[in-house]
């Protein structure tokens, strides 16, 4: 890895509410989700003002070839009502962007919103997982991201495949 390479730390945020309300009736089968649209999903970037919401498809991101790029997905909720799991993310271009692969961090103090008060934080050691990558080049590719929504009890309330396109910049 080059010298100058970042560690880039992208969050996808699902509005799980917002997708069930639109798919009240979803696959239970992983192997065909229901296809869903972007207009459900925001991505908040290593900066505040790299927060993007749906109309901005593409994603559009600064990086540089060689930056390891760092993905984790979380819903909208602050008591954990749903649980977004990605099981599987395909780049489709990997002249761009190669294959994202699921990673662990064991051993990590996370901060997490206490239960009887949402707004305050409080921190618990943890595994850290999320997917990474690595920038090849800059340009833009699409990505298929498939996930399971599920209750806060690990029950299974949908499967979904979602289509993105992200753009990287200099």
């Known amino acids: 890895m080059p010298q100058d390479s970042f560690d880039r730390h992208l969050l996808f945020i699902l509005d799980s509410e917002t997708l069930l309300a ?3 009736t979803p696959s239970v089968s992983a192997d065909s989700p229901t296809a869903t649209q972007a ?11 790299h927060w993007q919401g749906p109309d901005r498809q593409p ?11 760092h993905i984790r997905c979380a819903p909208i ?7 977004f799991f990605v099981h599987d993310l ?5 002249a761009i962007l190669a294959p994202a692969k699921a990673s662990t961090r064991p051993g990590v103090r996370l901060p997490r919103p206490r239960f009887d008060n949402p707004l305050e934080l409080e921190t618990e050691m943890a ?3 999320f ?3 690595r920038l090849n080049a800059h340009g833009r590719t699409g990505v298929d991201l498939r996930f399971a929504l599920l209750k806060n009890d690990g029950s299974i309330l949908g499967y979904f495949s979602m289509a993105l396109e992200l753009d990287f910049q200099p």
Not at 59 to 69: I, K, T
Not at 77 to 83: D, F, Q, T
Not at 90 to 94: G, R, S, W
């Open 59 to 69: 994603f559009s991101f600064s990086a540089q070839p060689g930056d390891n790029l």
């Open 127 to 129: 595994d850290d997982y």
């Open 90 to 94: 395909q780049v489709l271009d990997n």
């Open 77 to 83: 909720a602050l008591r954990g009502e749903n649980l």
């Open 22 to 24: 639109n798919h009240p």
């Open 131 to 133: 997917w990474e990558s």
């Open 39 to 49: 207009r459900h999903l925001f991505i908040q970037g290593g900066r505040p003002e």
